[in-house]
């Protein structure tokens, strides 16, 4: 058995460290911060099977460069002269096609059903992180956008995926929680949703059960290497001895990967969220507001709204007021009864998505350095796709057979 250093303790590096303990590894997880709310807390919680088109898509381009024009759109790339954004775009640009599209589909729905599978035997366990199986209704109002969600939601209908599609009327009947003002949608029936925050706590607690050690408020600094083999982490707390390295630093991946000789594209894609605590009246099943990009999710018997891409980099933790106005309008228009107000700073989340120019996860052994495997750039979809990443990582570092292809998965 090895000892393993993960660096990163969000739901990536916690859900690798899960199944390598479960094999009998030494677990040890090293985070720059407290591991209280980092991106992995404050998303918003779906689970999503539907989910098998990557951002990187025909299409993706042309409305990005309109939405860039409008200070409250959902998509936003903060122009700056950086070596690394031009790289990414013009990565994001050769990936966006049909061809990468075909190809990513079937990947990203093995990974993601294999997720829930997993998610499944952890609410076997205690759900103490309200695991709810109600679906995603993906909810729109033009006839534009209708086009492209049915059109998404046969293409889904095809990976076997239980796919309704609804009138407004059908709508209304099955979201009893609150009014809709939409014209149709799409119900995903096997899309699921958690409380981000109580499945960190849940998934620590598992972890201290298995002894797995974990270093908060330790930044990793540096390297020590011997033939392309890890041997020390160096922190600011003192170096540790490691057989195996785990990178699962989500957007600060390419910081870390330079400190190894390594390249990783990875651009924080910044998300905002808000959560409204014991209401009486919301919708019942978690949605998206299609037009807006705005995610809903009851989460027990709170609420939380989340939405906006901006494309930027980890140093940019300002809340941009536009941009949660943006989600509030769109909530209030799909949702009238709900009269949601801005909320205040404070009480405003935002984290990074680490997002790939291809939109695919990276989950691969490294091609140099013998001892790395990288665990990152899951981009919108890393709390859906943690466990079975996390599996994928302890089976490549135990030397068995990956439950599924990860072709698609190579940095
Ligand atoms: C608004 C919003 C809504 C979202 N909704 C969903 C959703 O519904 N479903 C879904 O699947 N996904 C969703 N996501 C995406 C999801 O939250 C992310 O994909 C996921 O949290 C990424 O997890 P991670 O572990 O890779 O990265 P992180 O959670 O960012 O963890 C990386 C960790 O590495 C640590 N670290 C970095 N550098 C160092 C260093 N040098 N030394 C030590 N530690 C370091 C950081 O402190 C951090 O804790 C959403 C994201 C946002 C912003």
């Known amino acids: 058995m090895k000892k393993v250093s993960i660096i990163g303790g969000g739901i990536i590096g916690l859900c690798s460290a899960y199944y390598l303990a479960k094999e009998g590894h030494e677990v040890v997880i090293f985070d ?59 990565k994001f640009y050769k990936h966006a096609n049909k061809q990468h599209v075909e190809k990513a589909m079937p990947a990203l729905c093995n990974l993601s059903l294999l997720s829930k599978e997993l998610y499944q035997d952890f609410v076997k366990e205690n759900n103490s992180f309200f695991y709810e199986n109600k679906g995603l209704l993906m909810l729109y109002k033009t006839d534009k956008t209708a086009e492209e969600i049915i059109h998404e939601g046969k293409v889904a209908e095809c990976f076997g995926l239980k796919v309704d599609f609804l009138s407004k009327e059908d709508v209304a009947k099955l979201e009893t929680g609150t009014s809709t003002n939409v014209t149709g949608g799409v119900h995903y029936k096997s899309d699921s949703h958690i409380y981000p925050q109580k499945f960190m706590q849940f998934i620590k607690e598992e972890l201290t059960k298995l002894n797995v050690t974990i270093h908060n408020k330790t930044l990793v600094e540096d390297f020590v290497m011997k033939n392309n083999i890890v041997t020390e982490i160096i922190t600011d707390m003192g170096p540790f001895t490691t057989d195996e390295v785990v990178l699962a630093s989500g957007s600060w991946s390419p910081n870390i990967a330079k400190k190894l000789n390594r390249a990783i594209s990875i651009l924080p894609g910044k998300g905002y969220s808000f959560t409204l605590n014991d209401r009486n009246q919301k919708p019942s099943i978690p949605s998206i507001l299609c037009e807006g990009k705005v995610a809903v999710t009851p989460m027990n018997n709170d609420i939380r709204f989340g939405g906006t891409m901006e494309i930027t980099h980890t140093n940019d933790t300002k809340i941009n007021k536009n941009r949660v106005q943006g989600i509030v309008n769109s909530i209030n228009d799909f949702y009238p009864d709900l009269k949601i107000e801005m909320p205040k700073e404070e009480e405003t989340w935002f984290g990074f998505r680490p997002c790939t120019p291809s939109g695919m996860p990276i989950i691969t052994r490294d091609k140099k350095i013998k001892n790395l495997t990288l665990a990152t750039g899951h ?22 057979t990956t439950t599924v292809n990860t072709q698609m998965f190579q940095l």
């Open 32 to 90: 720059k911060s407290d591991m209280t709310d980092g991106c992995s807390y404050g998303n918003a919680g779906m689970i999503v099977p539907s989910h098998i088109i990557p951002l990187a898509q025909p299409g993706m381009i042309a409305q990005g460069i309109k939405w860039m024009f409008d200070s409250q759109s959902p998509f936003y790339v903060k122009p700056r002269l950086s070596a690394d954004l031009m790289n990414w775009g013009l």
């Open 379 to 400: 981009s919108m979809m890393g709390l859906s796709l943690a466990p079975a990443t996390g599996k994928i990582v302890s089976e490549i570092i135990s030397g068995k």
